[in-house]
């Protein structure tokens, strides 16, 4: 018998845990998307933000504390259930909510996002092109789609050492960067910008699973000194990861 989808993100998600305090923009795990989030919004605030496949709320919960209106939603109903518990241990139930799939789509109906954020989650979906015509219907004129993905090009790819990876977290396709322009022109988006992030020395923590123990070591300068190692590894063996700045066409 086929699991139904959540049901494979609950299991996904089920190391979440409630979050205590907000991430910090140096985080490890996150300090790519944050660098590529400041350049964008300039620290901007009281904007409408969608947390698209938001998982335990760790974007979400950041920029509602920062004076955003924020929606998240996941297709886990699991780990929605925790991002609201960690909204409310955060007191930030007023600037948040949380929403599973269905539910926020029904939700957010003629809302209308400054920002929409889609950070490694399309290539979970059966059909990229949809969810992007999703997007562009729910974009303000002026806003930004800021989304992330694995690349083709990533060298552990290359070489066979993510398929165990793309099937356990559920991973549909990669891309490269001319691909995801093309999708996204049919949805009626533009690329405006986009970066080659994470080279094979970063990946390689987030693939091969004994070397993840090691990321909660990553702060401060080492996390500093991993992450410029890590750089110069992408003009040489290939970007592991595509960031793209899109808006309405």
Known sequence: MMIPKYKFYDLFHKSSSLQTK???????TYRIVFSILNQVLR?????DILDFGCGSGTLSLYFASKGNNVVGIDISPKVIRTAKASASRLDLRKELNFFTL???K???????FDLILCIEVLEHIKNDEVLLRFFSSHLKKSGY???????KNAPLYKI??????DKRVGHLRRYNLKSLEKVFLRANLKVKDSKKTEGIIRNSLFVIPFLGRFIKFLKGPLSDLFTFLDQLTIPLLGESDIFVVAQKK
């Not at 907000?22 to 490890?28: D, H, M, T």
């Not at 620290?43 to 904007?47: A, G, I």
């Not at 789609?145 to 690349?151: E, K």
């Open 43 to 47: 620290n901007k605030n009281n904007l």
């Open 102 to 104: 269905n539910e926020g």
């Open 145 to 151: 789609l800021i989304l992330s993905t694995p690349s």
């Open 22 to 28: 907000l991430v910090s923009e140096k985080n490890f």
């Open 160 to 165: 066979g050492l993510t398929k165990n990876f």
């Open 106 to 112: 029904r939700k957010i109906k003629g809302q209308r």
